[in-house]
Structures are given as C-alpha cells and as structure tokens.
C-alpha cells in the first residue's frame, strides 16, 4: 500500500518519516516523491552545520560521508512513503556503499539535490542508487544498501 504524498513535504512531515533528529537530520524537504520508485530531496547546506567547526574551519566543505548519509536518509523517505509510513517500530540501517564517487565539493550557501531510485527491494533490504547535485551539476553518487529491523 502507498501513502497519498502531498508535496512539498516539510521538516515537521520529515520527522515523522525519519527518526532522525538534528543535527543528523540531513533532508530539508521532499519536492518529488513516486512511491515505490524514485524521490527528489533536498538539503540547504548552511555556514552553521556543525561539521564545519572542524572540516575545514578556513575552507569549509560537507564531508563527502555526510553526502552519503544524506542520500541514504533520502533513501528512507522513500522507503516509508512507498509502504505508506507504517514502518513505525522499524529503523533502517545502512548495510553498505557501492560505486560512490564524489566529483565537486559541497560548501556553505549550496542546496544539495537528493534524487534516490529504488533499484532492487529483497526481505528486509533495499538497494537505492542515489545522486547528489548542486546547481544540476552532480556532486555525488553512490549504490545505498539499507536494512530494516525492529528498534
């Protein structure tokens, strides 16, 4: 079953999507969404992030991890909307990165697009591939591997 998507999705809809909280909630909004398939996100890379107290305070850049992660969360947006948000008592967990390649940097004023596919769905694992742009211009990508369990 699928959840009716109104969109955009805010930070408030975000949260009861994801059990993420900041400042490790990495999605700002969702602006597209087809369950079962695909979703646009995005984040608003702000000069206040906390990772940039230390990576690099003179020339700030987001970790290139954090990208991952924002995808992957991207990924879990996905996920709950295509199963129609009743994935409540589960939590997702990152499993794997595949392919990941990282070809601009990511710095404070930027909005990082976050567009995941579902690729492949088995049990309790889904394989996402994921991109990450600025400005069109692909930052990143990777192939995310997440598993459910009960929390």
Do not use: W
């Amino acid at each position: 079953m699928t959840l009716q998507v109104t969109l955009p999705i805010d930070s408030i809809g975000i949260r009861a999507l994801l059990p993420h909280r900041y400042p490790f909630l990495l999605i700002d909004r969702v602006v597209e969404a087809e369950p079962g398939k695909r979703v646009l996100c995005y984040k608003n890379v702000s000069g206040n992030e906390p990772f940039f107290q230390g990576h690099f305070p003179d020339r700030p850049v987001m970790p290139g991890v954090m990208v991952i992660e924002a995808l992957a969360q991207a990924g879990g947006v996905l996920t709950q909307l295509t199963h129609g948000g009743g994935l409540e008592g589960r939590l997702s967990y990152l499993v794997k990165v595949d392919n990941a390649k990282f070809s601009r940097m990511v710095v404070p004023g930027d909005r990082l697009d976050l567009e995941v596919e579902i690729k492949r769905e088995i049990r309790n694992m889904t394989m996402y591939v994921g991109t990450a742009r600025v400005d069109g211009e692909q930052v990143a990508c990777a192939e995310i591997l997440c598993a459910e369990v009960r929390g």
